[in-house]
């Protein structure tokens, strides 16, 4: 028969008490660099919806198709529009610029889109004159578009506008942190 250690419970707390002021003894070293984001702003300066010349899609999103049409999201940036007729030779017709925006819908010549916290409604019947017919506040979009999950982050300073996408950063010290 093997024979069977037993701890008296003071003992426990006296290891534990012991083992615990090995972590206290750590001094601070300096700024802790991490890997985060750092919120990139709009301001209201910057609510116009404006179609531009035809660019490059660099970040696309959604992709909507409107009667010849072609619509192809930038995310955080508008929406590009390519002329469909002939689906072997796409052309790019320009870009609506429409910071902080993500989705869209079409419906009877008009294009629902978010905007900078806002739901707009566009008339698209022709592009080179785009019309806005409404605007909806979304609610809770005070802060804007939220951090990636499970980083550090810049935190957000609201006087400086509303966040319309998240920059990738080394950060110093940040005392923001988003949960997944």
Same mark, same amino acid.
């Given at each position: ?19 615990? *002021?090995?972590?206290?003894? +750590? ?14 702003? @709009? ?13 490059? !899609?660099? $970040?696309? *999103?959604?992709?909507? +198709?409107?009667? /010849?049409?072609?619509? !192809? ?7 590009? !529009? ?8 796409? /052309? ?8 902080? &925006? ?7 010549? !008009? ?5 900078? =916290? ?9 592009? @080179? ?10 609610? &809770? ?17 609201? +006087?400086? =506008? ?10 110093? $010290? ?5 949960? /997944?």
């Amino acid at each position: 028969m093997r024979k069977r250690w037993t701890v008296p419970p003071s003992s426990i707390f006296l290891i534990c008490f012991l083992l615990s *002021g090995c972590f206290i003894a +750590t001094e601070y070293t300096g700024p802790e660099q991490v890997e985060g984001y750092r919120p990139v702003y @709009g301001s209201q300066d910057q609510k116009d919806i404006t179609f531009k010349s035809p660019r490059q !899609v660099k $970040n696309p *999103g959604k992709i909507y +198709t409107y009667k /010849n049409f072609l619509l !192809v999201n930038e995310i955080k940036e508008g929406i590009h !529009v390519y002329d469909n007729s002939d689906p072997e030779q796409t /052309n790019n017709v320009g870009f609506i610029e429409i910071l902080g &925006n993500s989705d869209m819908a079409v419906k009877d010549n !008009v294009l629902y889109a978010d905007h900078m =916290g806002n739901i707009v409604a566009l008339d698209i019947e022709n592009f @080179g004159s785009i019309n806005k017919v409404e605007s909806l506040p979304l609610q &809770n979009w005070d802060l804007g578009i939220p951090p990636p999950p499970g980083f550090h982050f810049e935190c957000v300073d609201q +006087t400086k =506008g509303i966040v319309l996408r998240w920059s990738k950063v080394e950060l110093i $010290n940040p005392a923001c942190y988003a949960i /997944n």
